[in-house]
């Protein structure tokens, strides 16, 4: 998909969702930054989450890093054994 529709996708879902927290529902929701004038990132007065708004769906996150999303480099997180114990004080 294309800049203009990813913007003019965004722009309809904009009016159509609600911005409250996808995580706890609160509707105390504040503005934090926009990017052009489409995304906003926006943080939870309840349960302080930051989040994207408009929100994808699951099925949407899922299509994208299943079939659209292409990275050259991954890393693969090492195995338990091989990350040091370190003690934090």
Do not use: W
């Not at 292409?70 to 040091?84: C, H, I, K």
Request: with cysteine; proline share 4%; hydrophobic share 30%.
């Amino acid at each position: 998909m294309g800049k203009i529709g990813f913007a003019a996708k965004s722009l309809c879902k904009s009016a159509l969702q609600s911005s409250s927290c996808p995580y706890c529902g609160s509707h105390a929701t504040s503005l934090m930054e926009r990017k052009h004038l489409v995304l906003q990132l926006r943080k939870c007065e309840a349960c302080k989450l930051q989040y994207r708004f408009p929100k994808d769906d699951a099925a949407e996150n899922y299509h994208f890093y299943q079939d659209a999303y292409r990275e050259s480099a991954v890393t693969e997180l090492p195995a338990a054994s091989e990350v040091p114990h370190h003690n934090c004080q």
